[in-house]
């Protein structure tokens, strides 16, 4: 039956939602809308950040707890390092010590053991990818490669695509981008960050187009066109093909 419902995933175009960081925005924001459409998808935790939020009033990352609330609601949680350091400036002890940190912290505090990496700000080099490879079977890339558009059944789990959305892009260049990936069967993966009612920053999303991108997602799946995955199932599909 398994094998069955992947060849099925197959026949539909791909979509999966990251949220990198798991700041308090992506909680207060971000897990509401995604609730509201029964959209899944995958969190990159900075592990430490977290640590720290559940000692602070106000803190800028989620607690563990609020990471917790995605993982009840069908999130993949990833890996995110454990301080957020641009890993090609640090020694190999140092970056095994942010990816096992890291991973033995989201298993302590949320009884799974993360497979997927994203690299803090993007950066990465031949030296990295292959200690990244060594501790988890996906890495992302924040920009570059494919821009978010993987083809099943020939994506580099070590370099998967994804395509920022931010405050500058509009949510029907989004949802055609979605309808193409139903029509081509591609994989496209989105990447946020913050969110923001009003007044968004340079790495943030008005709320409101994070809600027409994922009304726009919703409704293709419901109408069976697209299947929303979080990353560590659309890699396996495109695996298996």
Same mark, same amino acid.
């Given at each position: 039956?398994?094998?069955?419902?992947q060849? !099925?995933?197959?026949?539909?175009? +791909?979509?999966?939602?990251?949220?990198?960081?798991?700041?308090?925005?992506?909680?207060?924001?971000?897990?509401?809308?995604?609730?509201?459409?029964?959209?899944?998808?995958?969190?990159?935790?900075? @592990?430490?950040?977290?640590?720290?939020?559940?000692?602070?009033?106000?803190? #800028?990352?989620?607690? #563990?707890? %609020?990471?917790?609330?995605?993982?009840?609601?069908? #999130?993949? *949680?990833? @890996?995110?390092?454990?301080?957020?350091?641009? +890993?090609?400036?640090? @020694?190999?002890?140092?970056?095994?010590?942010?990816?096992?940190? @890291?991973?033995?912290?989201?298993? %302590? %505090?949320?009884?799974?053991?993360?497979?997927?990496?994203?690299?803090?700000?993007?950066?990465?080099?031949?030296?990295?990818?292959? +200690?990244?490879?060594?501790?988890?079977?996906?890495?992302?890339?924040? #920009?570059?490669?494919?821009?978010?558009?993987?083809?099943?059944?020939?994506?580099?789990?070590? %370099?998967?695509?994804?395509?920022?959305?931010?405050?500058?892009?509009?949510?029907? &260049?989004?949802? &055609?981008?979605?309808?193409?990936?139903?029509?081509?069967?591609?994989w496209?993966? +989105?990447?946020?960050?913050?969110?923001?009612? =009003? /007044?968004?920053?340079?790495?943030?999303?008005?709320?409101?187009?994070?809600? !027409?991108?994922? =009304?726009?997602?919703?409704?293709?799946?419901?109408?069976g066109?697209?299947?929303?995955?979080?990353?560590? /199932?659309?890699?396996? *599909?495109?695996?298996?093909?």
């Amino acid at each position: 039956m398994a094998g069955r419902a992947q060849a !099925d995933d197959a026949t539909r175009g +791909l979509l999966t939602i990251t949220f990198d960081d798991a700041n308090w925005t992506q909680y207060r924001h971000g897990l509401p809308v995604m609730r509201e459409y029964g959209v899944p998808g995958t969190l990159f935790v900075i @592990s430490g950040r977290a640590n720290e939020a559940g000692r602070k009033q106000r803190a #800028w990352g989620m607690t #563990w707890a %609020q990471v917790a609330e995605f993982r009840d609601a069908g #999130w993949e *949680i990833g @890996s995110h390092s454990v301080s957020h350091p641009s +890993l090609p400036g640090i @020694s190999d002890a140092e970056i095994v010590r942010e990816l096992d940190t @890291s991973r033995a912290d989201i298993e %302590q %505090q949320l009884h799974q053991r993360p497979v997927s990496f994203a690299s803090p700000y993007g950066d990465y080099d031949a030296r990295t990818l292959s +200690l990244i490879g060594d501790h988890y079977a996906n890495h992302v890339l924040a #920009w570059g490669g494919t821009e978010g558009r993987n083809r099943i059944g020939d994506t580099d789990p070590g %370099q998967i695509g994804r395509m920022q959305i931010d405050l500058r892009v509009d949510p029907e &260049a989004v949802c &055609a981008e979605m309808r193409r990936a139903a029509e081509r069967k591609i994989w496209l993966v +989105l990447m946020f960050h913050g969110f923001s009612v =009003a /007044d968004a920053g340079p790495y943030e999303t008005p709320t409101a187009t994070l809600r !027409d991108v994922v =009304a726009c997602a919703a409704h293709l799946r419901d109408s069976g066109r697209l299947n929303i995955v979080t990353l560590r /199932d659309g890699m396996a *599909i495109a695996a298996a093909h």
